[in-house]
C-alpha cells in the first residue's frame, strides 16, 4: 500500500503533505528528510487512526512521491477492508480465535500474526498468501 504526497519548498524547508490524507503534514530542511518526515508521519497518524476505530481514506492520488505503509500497518488496513461489514467477532470465530486474539491482528499497535495465521485468514477470505521479498 503507497501514499503518495507532495513536497514544496517554503523558504528554508521542504513541506511534504498527503492529498489523501489532510490531517499530515510535516517539513525537513531538504527533499529527502522531508521525505523520510512524510513516512514517519504517515505511519504514525495511520497507526494512531486504526487503532481508534477512524475511517481511512484509500490512496488516490497518483502524482508527487511515493511513500510507502509499514507492512504490520498496511495488514491491518487489508484485514479491515476484507473484513467489510462482517463483525470482527464472526471472523475471528472462522478462524477459530478468540475475539480478542482477532482484534489485535486488527490494531497495527498490537498485531504480530505468524505466518500461519496469515494463511489461515487467507483461506477464510477465499485468497491465497503471497510473500514477495
Not at 461489514?85 to 482477532?102: F, H, M, N, P, V
Not at 491482528?105 to 500474526?113: G, V
Amino acid at each position: 500500500m503507497v501514499y503518495n504526497c507532495t513536497i514544496e519548498k517554503e523558504g528554508d524547508e521542504y513541506i511534504a503533505q498527503f492529498p489523501d490524507m489532510p490531517n499530515i503534514v510535516t517539513c525537513g530542511f531538504s527533499r529527502e528528510e522531508a521525505l523520510a518526515m512524510a513516512k514517519e508521519a504517515l505511519d504514525g497518524c495511520l497507526e494512531a487512526d486504526i487503532s481508534r476505530g477512524l475511517p481511512i481514506p484509500p490512496p488516490v492520488y497518483k502524482e508527487g512521491y511515493p511513500v510507502p505503509v509499514t507492512n504490520h500497518i498496511a495488514l491491518s488496513l487489508r484485514l479491515r477492508e476484507l473484513r467489510g461489514e462482517q463483525s470482527q467477532t464472526d471472523i475471528a470465530r472462522k478462524l477459530g480465535l478468540s475475539y480478542q486474539s482477532y482484534q489485535r491482528l486488527e490494531n497495527p499497535r498490537k498485531a504480530n500474526p505468524t505466518v500461519k495465521t496469515l494463511e489461515r485468514i487467507a483461506r477464510v477470505y477465499g485468497r491465497e498468501l503471497s510473500i514477495s521479498m
